[in-house]
Nanobody, 116 residues
């Protein structure tokens, strides 16, 4: 069974940094891509960043230059380094794994709050 577990959320002041982690329960060889998405109440979930098996990355315009997605294949883990955080980055962040079959698996989400 494929499981995805996020960690690393919390409260941070504007301008601060956080690193989110997303651990998958399957080998990285079975994963096509992984990504981070975020959602605030009343709005649709939006893409933050994705990384493919070949480490090709894609970012939302709103986070380019501030966020970095990376992966550790040995640990089947993806990270999201978030710098220069803004109050508008406040959201629940979800990790999504795209399996080799094409199926998507989502984590339970982790809250990120940027506030002074």
């Amino acid at each position: 069974q494929v499981q995805v577990v996020e960690s690393g959320g919390g409260l941070v002041q504007p301008g601060g940094s956080l690193r989110l982690s997303c651990a998958a329960s399957v080998s990285t060889f079975l994963i096509n891509a992984m990504g981070w998405y975020r959602q605030v109440p009343g709005k649709q979930r939006e893409l933050v960043a994705t990384i493919t098996r070949s480490s090709s990355t894609n970012y939302a315009d709103s986070v380019k230059g501030r966020f970095t997605i990376s992966r550790d294949n040995a640990k089947s883990t993806v990270y999201l380094q978030m710098n220069s955080l803004k109050p508008e980055d406040t959201a629940v962040y979800f990790c999504c794994l795209t399996y080799y079959s094409g199926a998507d698996y989502w984590g339970q989400g982790t809250q990120v709050t940027v506030s002074s």
